[in-house]
Structure formats: C-alpha cells, structure tokens
C-alpha cells in the first residue's frame, strides 16, 4: 500500500516522538512512581488490597506495567526498587522502562482515537501537539504518572457521547470516576445536559454514579476503610477546591471555584431549559472545557491532574484562532513545577545519581530574585491566560469544539 504525504508525515513523527519517549523513560521518575507500583506489588504479593485504595482502577492499569517488569525481572529485584526504593540496584533503569512501556501504548491508542474526530486536513497538527506538548511528556515520562489510561477512557467516553450512545457513556463515566475521582465534579453538570426529562436524567446518574457507589459500598461494609469525611481534610487533594477563597468576616467564605462553577451550572441550566433537543458532543466539551479551566485557574493542582486538560486543547489546536494561545499555556505549565522545586524537576533525574535529588533549582532562583514571587507571578499568568482562552472559547459564534 503506498503511503500517502500526509501518513508519511505522521509516520515520522510518531516515530520522532516514540524516540524521545524512549529516551526519557528511564532515566526519570517522581517517588510516586515507585510508591504506586509498590502498592502492586505488595497487592499482588498478599500485602494489600488494591481495592482498598481511593482510585481502585488507576491502580489496576498498573498490573500491566508490573507484569512486563516480572518478565524480565527476578522479584526480589522488583520489590527492591518499587517497595524499598532502593535505586541503586543494577536492573533499576530497565525496571522503570518497562515498568513505563504501558503509558506509551495508552498515549498512542489515545492519539488513534482522538483522530477519529477530525478531519484528515487536521491531522498532522493533532499528532504534533499530542507528542511534543510538554504536558504530555513530563506527567508520563518524567514525573511517571499513568494518566494516558486516564485520557485513553475520557476520549472513549467523548467517542460514545459522539455516537449518541449515552447509556453507555454514562457507565464509562463512572468507570472514569473510579479512575480518578476528580471527575465526581462533572456530574452537575452531566445532570443537566444528559437526558430530556427528569426521569431520564435520573437513569443516566445513576448509570454514571453506579460503579462508584457499588465500590464506595463494598469499602464501607466489607474492607470498612475509607472515611468520605476524611477526604476532605486538609491536605487532601479533594480540599484543593476549597482553598481558594474570600473572606467574608465571622468566619464566613466565599470559594472562588464553586463561586465560578455555581455560575456557569446557573448559565447552563437556564440556557439548555430554552430548548429540546438531542445530546450534542459539542456542548458537552465546552461546558466541561469551563469547568477543567475554572479549576486550574483558581486552585491548587498536582502537576499530573493538567493532563485530563490536554484530550480538550487538542479539539482547539488546530484551528487558528487558538493555536498559539493553546501552545503558550501548555508552556506555561513548566515553570509551575518549580513550586515543589527539585521534588518535580531535577530530582527526578534520581534514577541516574542522588546529586540531582539534593540540588535546588528555588535556591538558585532566589539569588536573583525571590523564587516564590517569581513562580505566583508566572502562576497569575498562567491562570490569566487559561481564562483568556476560556472567554475566546465562549464569544466566538461558531463552535470551537466543532471539527467536522
């Protein structure tokens, strides 16, 4: 079969790309990395439940990478280096690689998939921002995060809603949510824009909440750990939404994220009440685009939660009027990793040598000028700027969202 410009070109880059990703792969990785694949390996070695865990199928995509690692591994290299951490052993480098190989294969399946929604003239600009945005490849193969299962389900969730099939997209939905549960912040908004009446509405919730509550069920009266109050706690990344805020006197608050949220589920519900109409994908993707910037432009967030937004600036970097708005805040990501300083930027060189795990990058900054003032100004603008984008999504008269 003779290939065409177009695939020839596309072939090259995925190629470029899977270099690249295989030259970082295992030099790099966060203490998270380790720690979760520890998790496996004790759940898989009668240590633990990984149903006892808070996101049960985050873990799960982990068994794939742990399973290559023990083909070519003997086990007690393996809980060396995932349970003890103890990187000086000799088959290190080739335990993160392998270990790393899955997040590839998801990252790739997700590119296949994410092309199926547009045009081919869209292509080649598709693929060159899915490989070499720097979001991509720092949570997956710097910082070592698994989050290319995460977006590989969203895409196919986004498929589904495409094909008008909404019951099965709503119990993806909820597999999603056992996969992180950050997207339980959707479902106001999913309740809104699913269905015609209430009756229907209701089926669709609960089809997106059952898995989650069948798992949050068999917790409480079977391994009877997880505390739902306790995930609110400080410290918890589910608290992230409620430290952003104004103080209103006599302890009284307003949290700006659920201060921009309750506006935008007031517009929307108002809005679609206007009209009967079937489920358009279209609505759905920029009403969750204005949630997912809503948050990151007044919360706190782990690096590795900025990848679920990539799935979504893919839809709008190829067309003109965003691209260079899309391209300059995924660049703006990088600085803000300097808030943990060396924890997730050269101390993830700590496969190679502890030298790096004790070097500041913060310390040096601040011989130049203060480092935390630097990083808020940065983070001001990167806020600013996914706002900006927010607002040129919603003005335009023509569907940002719409490729086809």
């Known amino acids: 079969m003779k290939l065409t410009k177009l695939k020839k070109q596309i ?4 190629i470029f790309g899977l270099l690249i990703r295989f030259l970082m792969m295992p030099f790099l990785a966060h203490d998270d990395f380790f720690l979760i694949y520890g998790r496996v390996a004790k759940a898989l070695t009668g240590q633990a439940n990984f149903l006892a865990y ?3 199928l985050f873990h799960l995509f982990h068994f794939f990478g742990y399973g290559l690692v023990r083909i070519f591994t003997p086990i007690k290299d393996v809980l060396v280096v995932f349970v003890n951490q103890d990187l000086t052993n000799p088959h290190t480098l080739k335990i993160i690689f392998l270990a790393k190989l899955p997040f590839v294969f998801f990252e790739y399946l997700s590119l296949w998939l994410l092309l199926k929604f547009f045009q081919k003239k869209d292509w080649l600009k598709v693929v060159i921002f899915w490989l070499f945005n720097p979001v991509n490849l720092y949570v997956l193969y710097a910082f070592g995060r698994f989050e290319s299962a995460v977006t590989f389900i969203l895409l196919w969730f986004f498929w589904l809603l495409k094909r008008q099939k909404l019951a099965w997209a709503s119990l993806l939905f909820g597999v999603l949510i056992l996969t992180r549960t950050f997207f339980l912040i959707l479902i106001p908004l999913y309740f809104l824009l699913f269905g015609r009446g209430f009756r229907e509405k209701a089926k669709y919730l609960l089809l997106s909440l059952g898995p989650f509550l069948i798992w949050f069920f068999y917790d409480q009266f079977f391994l009877k750990q997880l505390q739902i109050a306790s995930l609110f706690q400080e410290g918890k990344h589910s608290s992230y939404f409620f430290e952003s805020q104004i103080g209103l006197g006599l302890g009284q608050v307003i949290y700006l994220f659920f201060l921009a949220y309750a506006l935008l589920w007031l517009f929307v519900w108002f809005k679609e009440r206007e009209k009967e109409k079937m489920f358009v994908l279209t609505d759905f993707l920029r009403y969750t685009f204005a949630v997912l910037i809503l948050y990151y432009a007044t919360s706190f967030f782990h690096p590795q939660y900025f990848a679920w937004m990539i799935p979504l600036l893919a839809f709008l970097v190829a067309k003109p009027d965003y691209k260079k708005i899309v391209w300059l805040l995924v660049f703006l990501f ?8 060396n924890f997730t930027t050269l101390g993830l060189l700590r496969p190679l040598a502890e030298f790096f795990n004790d070097f500041s990058l913060a310390n040096w900054l601040d011989k130049f000028f203060p480092a935390m003032k630097f990083l808020n100004l940065v983070r001001t603008f990167f806020s600013a700027t ?7 999504v919603f003005k ?3 569907d940002a969202f719409k490729n086809d």
Do not use: R
């Open 396 to 398: 335009e008269k023509d």
């Open 386 to 392: 996914g706002l900006y984008l927010l607002w040129l």
């Open 334 to 341: 990088l600085p803000i990793l300097l808030f943990w300083d």
């Open 11 to 14: 072939l090259f880059w995925l």
């Open 54 to 56: 808070s996101q049960p």
